[in-house]
């Protein structure tokens, strides 16, 4: 079926194509996939989308993303066709106004936006839930996220040094994809438990700055894990600032936590429990203003508003006593993790 | 070889601003802090110098929902009733 794309057209030799790219300012710094027609309408087709359909629409930028911007944009990023579901739906993640793209998009705090795909397209796809889990090795991991930042880029503007102003920004912004490792979870996944079906694929996005690696090779159960991972967390991100976290538990210390009998529920309450810190000390440590007061030492403020407020995924390799958490980005609710499935 | 342009085109929208006033004596002058630490105090610095050094009648401050999003709906149906300017303020 002929489909009419309406984006400007530019001839170039074949030779010039990928610096032609650079100099428009197209490129996250790396060499992009010329978007021919014929790929960009291979990426629509997979989708089955029409190029002019409406995928998010982002408010603040009074700027509407289509089928058409997002395919072209996956095709430089060097995405496979069969990928293009999974980047829809991350697009229809973030312009969903609980995500609330202008934050993020511009934000001198520097998110990325982490995805985490759950159900069977994780698997279909071979997208990365074990070993190097934030790393290289994974085509579709790393070219999805890219896919959705160079939209972030050439659709919405979010432009590093103008419009996104994160002062320090960190390496997942390039591209920040994991799966959860349903097949050697015990848990509920994540899609699960935010309401989809097992069978349903989805992704979820979230406002993220990068992954912080904690270490527990000492503790046979999920009490001692979990209190070395809840030290950790108490002084991170804002310490009572961010409105959410995602864990990602990786082989060793899911299948010890697992082994104490613990749900995702327990894992969430004690995080929620053992990470609060006391007035007194953020005073003196500067994270919020003010002189102690009496009765500060014993006013507790939790580091997010709810147990929900953890994003628990089992993810990462099936050896190393490692697992790592992921401050969300933001403060109060101005950015939220969103889910969406992926239609097929 | 053949290739699309990946970008937006911009498309135009006209915006109507509304005209500037000659002089601040006697305006209502509406306040928009955005809940970063600090922004009250600061927007209410600048409206009592409105108030002392230019004439302007009194100040009302609101509070928009976070720094991320737009000036609610109560808000700019409130502002149009009772301001005559308003100061609008990122603080960081």
């Known amino acids: 079926m002929a489909v009419e794309l309406t984006s400007k057209r530019y001839r170039v030799e074949d030779l010039d194509a990928v610096e032609f790219c650079f100099q428009q300012g197209w490129t996250d710094g790396l060499p992009v996939i010329p978007p021919t027609p014929e790929r960009v309408e291979a990426m629509l087709a997979a989708g089955r989308l029409d190029?002019?359909?409406?995928?998010?629409?982002?408010?603040?930028?009074?700027?509407?993303?289509?089928?058409?911007?997002?395919?072209?944009?996956?095709?430089?990023?060097?995405?496979?066709?069969?990928?293009m579901g999974v980047v829809i739906a991350a697009v229809e993640g973030i312009g969903d106004p609980a995500w609330g793209y202008h934050g993020p998009g511009t934000s001198t705090g520097g998110a990325a936006v982490l995805m985490i795909v759950n159900?069977?397209?994780a698997r279909q796809l071979d997208i990365n839930s074990g070993d190097n889990l934030f790393g290289p090795g994974w085509r579709s991991s790393l070219t999805m996220g890219r896919a959705l930042r160079l939209v972030m880029r050439n659709v919405c503007g979010s432009i590093p040094g103008l419009l996104d102003r994160g002062t320090l920004g960190h390496p997942g912004k390039v591209s920040y994809v994991i799966a959860e490792n349903e097949a050697e979870s015990p848990w509920t996944p994540l899609h699960v438990e935010r309401g989809f079906r097992p069978d349903q694929s989805t992704v979820t996005v979230m406002a993220a700055e990068g992954p912080h690696q904690f270490y527990n090779q000492l503790s046979p159960d999920a009490e001692g894990v979990l209190t070395t991972l809840a030290d950790s967390m108490q002084?991170?991100?804002?310490?009572?600032?961010?409105p959410q976290y995602v864990v990602a538990l990786a082989g060793e210390h899911m299948r010890t936590i697992a082994g104490s009998g613990w749900t995702k529920k327990e894992i969430r309450q004690f995080l929620f429990d053992r990470t609060q810190n006391s007035l007194a000390h953020l005073k003196r440590t500067h994270r919020i203003p003010g002189e102690v007061q009496p009765g500060d030492e014993s006013k507790m403020r939790p580091i997010v508003a709810s147990p929900e407020d953890f994003l628990i995924v089992a993810a990462g390799g099936r050896a190393g006593s490692f697992s790592s958490f992921i401050p969300g980005w933001g403060s109060g609710n101005s950015s939220r993790a969103t889910t969406k499935e992926v239609k097929r | 070889m053949e290739i699309l342009d990946p970008t937006v085109e911009a498309a135009t929208q006209p915006i109507a601003y509304v005209d500037r006033p000659g002089s601040l004596k006697g305006k209502r002058i509406g306040l928009i802090e955005n809940t970063k630490y600090n922004s009250d105090k600061l927007l209410l610095k600048i409206g009592e110098i409105l108030k002392k050094d230019y004439g302007a009648s009194e100040t009302r401050l609101f509070r928009k929902h976070n720094a991320s999003v737009p000036a609610h709906e109560e808000i700019i149906v409130e502002v149009r009733k009772t301001c005559d300017v308003i100061v609008a303020g990122v603080g960081d």
């Open chain 1, 235 to 242: 002084h991170s991100g804002g310490a009572g600032r961010q």
């Open chain 1, 119 to 121: 159900g069977p397209i």
């Open chain 1, 51 to 83: 190029p002019k359909q409406e995928i998010a629409f982002i408010t603040n930028r009074s700027v509407s993303i289509t089928a058409e911007k997002v395919a072209i944009n996956a095709v430089m990023a060097g995405c496979r066709p069969e990928y």
